[in-house]
Structures are given as structure tokens and as C-alpha cells.
């Protein structure tokens, strides 16, 4: 089995979360090999300005798509990195307390509420400007810690160097720094985004706790979508009307006459005598 083969397998056998990772290295690889072509050809690198989620509303009209896209796209190696090795700690930790689906609907939703949050502030306070854009997986990220701590706050996970620490905690360190960033105006943009992701996913986990799902509903739109790429399939399926007592018991004996005469030719005639409709008969028969 090839590299290319065992990737594969490994994708569609794996869980959501291998898929999701699959899906940001395949990303992170596309964009900076694909760059290669573009500095060799002199061409200006268009895929960073296509896929990152701008914070001006006359470029997010221009490119919708960009609040989905950039919660998949990297491009600093460092940056990659910690997203995906975070990813997979905390998507894990998500796991152990919700479903894959709900996984995927948080991912998603709280993207899309990082996304929001980052173009609200910047189109809001004066002195942000609105030409920046935002890119990277952080605001999902934060989504799924967030769940997670609100869910079982007690929780204990073991850090690196630090030892158990309660998952609240976890959580609290992150919006600590976070919130650094924005006072020392470092990274506002993705600090912003990160305390969007970071409110849906408490309000994901406290719906949750009242016996309700929010994301029920954007699973279920993106399932219908999905389904109009899929391959219908050519099966067609007919449907026969209940057959009676007396139909029954007539076919029967028809089918046992037509079997009497077929045996009888072939005792007097032997069995070459038949036609192809009588062996294939006859054939039909002796399975029953």
C-alpha cells in the first residue's frame, strides 16, 4: 500500500477529529507549495488574500466564502503547528464529553462567531481600520475548550511541566492571554476572533446543560447541502401491491405444472431436448 493510499484510509477510516486535522494540513500544504509556483512565475501569491477572512465589509461581500475558509488556512509554520497539536488535544478532551457531530457543528459555529466578532470590532472602533484580515483555526479552537470547561469544569488535565490542572483553569489562561494581546495591541484581530470562539462555546455547553443543542440546526443544513454533491444512486425501487391467498395458491400450481412437464420431457426426451427458457426454469426450481 502506497503513502498516498494509507492517507487515504486513514482519513475516511478515522474519527472527526482525524478528518478535521487531515483537513488543516492539506490546507497549510496546498497554500505554501503552491506559492513555490507563483515566486518562480514573478506572480503575486493570491491565496492568503482568497481564503483569510478580511475585516472590511466591501471585501467580505467580494468573498463570502473567506468566513469558512480561513478557519482551515495557516501559514506560518510555528503557527500551524500549535493550532493542529492544540486541535488535537483539546478536540480529544471535547470528544470524551460530546459527539462527533456536535464537534463538528462547534468547529464551525464558532469560527464563524470569531469571524463576526473580529469584523464587528474592527468596523466598530475607530483606529482599527478595517484593510487587516484574520486567518488560522484559534477561534474553533477555543470554541472546543470552551465546551469543555463549562461542561466539567473540574475536569483534570495533565500539562507539560506544570502537572494536573483543572480544566477551568485552562480555560482561563487562554482568555488571560488573550486579553493581553488586545491591550497590548500584538494581535487584536485573532485575539478578538478567540474571544468569539470562545463565547460560543460556553454558550454551546450551557444550552447543553438545559437540554438544548444549538447546532442542531447548522448540521442539518449542511447535511441537506452535502447531499445535493452526492451521488444519487441509479437503484430504482418499485413497489408491488399485496398479493392474495387465491393469486398465490394459482401461481403456485401453474408453476408446478409448468415443472411436471419440463421433468417429463426430459424423461422422455432427456435434457438436451430443452430450450434455454426450460433449463433456466428448471434451474430456478432446483434452488427452491
Wanted: charge should be positive; hydrophobic fraction near 50%.
Amino acid at each position: 500500500m502506497s503513502i498516498v493510499d494509507e492517507i487515504k484510509r486513514s482519513y475516511y477510516t478515522g474519527g472527526v477529529l482525524t478528518r478535521f486535522i487531515y483537513v488543516n494540513i492539506g490546507v497549510f500544504l496546498f497554500v505554501r507549495l503552491s506559492q513555490i509556483f507563483f515566486t518562480l512565475s514573478g506572480v503575486p501569491y493570491p491565496m492568503i488574500d482568497w481564503l483569510a477572512v478580511p475585516a472590511g465589509l466591501s471585501s467580505l461581500i467580494l468573498k463570502p466564502w473567506t468566513i469558512i475558509t480561513y478557519m482551515f488556512l495557516h501559514y506560518e509554520l510555528i503557527h500551524f503547528i500549535f493550532n493542529v497539536l492544540v486541535l488535537y488535544w483539546f478536540g480529544k478532551l471535547f470528544l470524551l464529553f460530546f459527539s462527533p457531530r456536535q464537534f463538528v457543528g462547534v468547529y464551525f459555529l464558532g469560527g464563524i462567531t470569531g469571524a463576526l466578532f473580529f469584523i464587528l470590532i474592527f468596523n466598530l472602533v475607530p483606529g482599527l481600520g478595517t484593510g487587516a484580515y484574520m486567518l488560522g483555526a484559534s477561534a474553533s479552537i477555543m470554541a472546543l475548550i470552551f465546551s469543555a470547561a463549562r461542561y466539567r469544569p473540574d475536569f483534570t488535565v495533565y500539562m507539560m511541566f506544570i502537572g494536573p490542572v483543572k480544566l477551568k483553569y485552562v480555560a482561563l489562561v487562554y482568555l488571560i492571554l488573550d486579553l493581553i494581546s488586545i491591550s497590548a495591541m500584538t494581535n487584536v484581530g485573532g485575539s478578538l476572533a478567540h474571544i468569539g470562539g470562545a463565547a460560543f462555546g460556553w454558550y454551546f455547553a450551557g444550552q447543553i446543560m438545559k437540554g438544548k443543542d444549538v447546532t442542531t440546526g447548522f448540521n442539518n443544513f449542511t447535511d441537506k447541502l452535502l447531499s445535493l454533491f452526492k451521488k444519487k444512486s441509479t437503484m430504482k425501487v418499485t413497489y408491488k401491491r399485496p398479493v392474495s391467498d387465491m393469486e398465490y395458491n394459482a401461481r403456485k400450481v401453474k408453476k408446478q405444472a409448468e415443472l411436471d412437464r419440463i421433468l417429463d420431457k426430459v424423461k422422455k426426451s432427456g435434457y438436451d431436448s430443452l430450450t434455454r427458457q426450460e433449463k433456466k426454469f428448471l434451474f430456478e426450481e432446483s434452488k427452491n
